[in-house]
């Protein structure tokens, strides 16, 4: 079988969210549908260019970011026509994360610092969290370099971030540490998905089969790791950066499992879901009205 080579630039460095993606690389599933796989991580220019970013300069096939990434890229003065293909998470299992004991609720964030990732939405769905819990949205934001940023919290640099409680959320035990989380949808923001896999629609409309198979493969990988957690562990723990070597990949593994299907599905998307978060996002001025949710995603290359 003649092999198509394709890049996937993940959204982050090696983590349990991607764990799938290694799994069916190793495991051969890409083979086996006629693909070979190269797994991009944000590392190699230190996260000086985004996946979805990359997406669009034609430097990768498919990226993984979250749903409000897609969303900023359909509305610039140009719209890049990128669109969510699956989700990788079911469940929200990111949240904003503290570590000073007085800080107790969101509100607590007046008049304190937050480390931002840049992200076009972000600073403002954190400040309306605040708004939600009574405060008045009052946060100091910084952007230090992406991938350093979990330090410049653990070191006190910074009195808050946007974390996965289960990647950064196990760290911080082993280091005998603590975070107080709060969730979005304890503060009335109906948070949809993070991350999703995107692709650029004329590609995936041109290569509608190699797309599907591509997630069929990726999807073997996803449900291997829910039956058979040491094994993918296993594997996972090659491609995770040394200095997070410390981190219990079954503890993590274990937090993230039940999220990875819903009902027992993998990848597919709720247009419900997708609309309350736009909806959401509409109301409170984060973004126009001119956005279009059906465009944003597609469930049509899942098998």
């Given at each position: 079988m003649k092999r198509?080579?394709?890049?996937?630039?993940?959204?982050?460095?090696?983590?349990?969210n991607h764990i799938g993606f290694f799994v069916a690389k190793k495991l051969g599933y890409y083979k086996e549908v006629g693909i070979d796989i190269d797994i991009l991580d944000p590392s190699v220019d230190n996260y000086q260019t985004t996946p979805a970013k990359n997406l669009e300069l034609g430097k990768t096939d498919f990226a993984l970011c979250p749903l409000e990434s897609v969303i900023s890229f359909r509305s610039k003065k140009n719209p890049i026509n990128i669109f969510a293909i699956a989700?990788?998470?079911?469940?929200?299992?990111?949240?904003?994360?503290?570590?000073?004991?007085?800080?107790k609720s969101p509100k607590d964030l007046d008049g304190k610092t937050y480390a931002s990732y840049g992200a076009r939405y972000e600073d403002l769905i954190v400040?309306?969290?605040i708004k939600n819990d009574?405060?008045?949205?009052?946060?100091?934001?910084?952007?230090p370099p992406k991938l350093g940023i979990w330090n410049t919290l653990l070191n006190n640099n910074y009195d808050s971030t946007w974390v996965f409680e289960n990647w950064e959320g196990v760290d911080v035990k082993k280091i005998d540490g603590s975070l107080t989380y709060f969730r979005m949808r304890d503060y009335e923001i109906p948070y949809s998905y993070s991350p999703v896999i995107i692709a650029e629609e004329t590609f995936a409309k041109i290569n509608s089969d190699l797309v599907k198979n591509?997630?069929?493969?990726?999807?073997?990988?996803?449900?291997?790791?829910?039956?058979y957690?040491?094994?993918?562990?296993?594997i996972l723990s090659e491609y995770v950066p040394e200095h997070e070597k410390n981190i219990n990949l079954?503890?993590?593994?274990?937090?993230?499992?039940?999220s990875f299907t819903r009902n027992g599905v993998w990848g597919k998307m709720d247009e419900t879901k997708l609309k309350r978060f736009i909806d959401w996002l509409i109301?409170?001025?984060?973004?126009?009205?001119?956005t279009i949710y059906k465009n944003l995603f597609t469930n049509r290359f899942l098998r």
């Open positions: 198509t080579e394709l890049k996937l630039n993940l959204d982050w460095t090696p983590n349990i989700a990788i998470l079911q469940n929200d299992l990111s949240a904003i994360a503290v570590k000073a004991k007085n800080i400040k309306q969290m009574k405060g008045k949205g009052n946060i100091s934001i910084s952007y591509f997630l069929k493969a990726t999807k073997k990988g996803y449900l291997d790791s829910i039956n957690e040491k094994k993918t562990t296993e079954i503890d993590a593994l274990k937090l993230t499992n039940g109301n409170h001025n984060i973004i126009d009205n001119n």
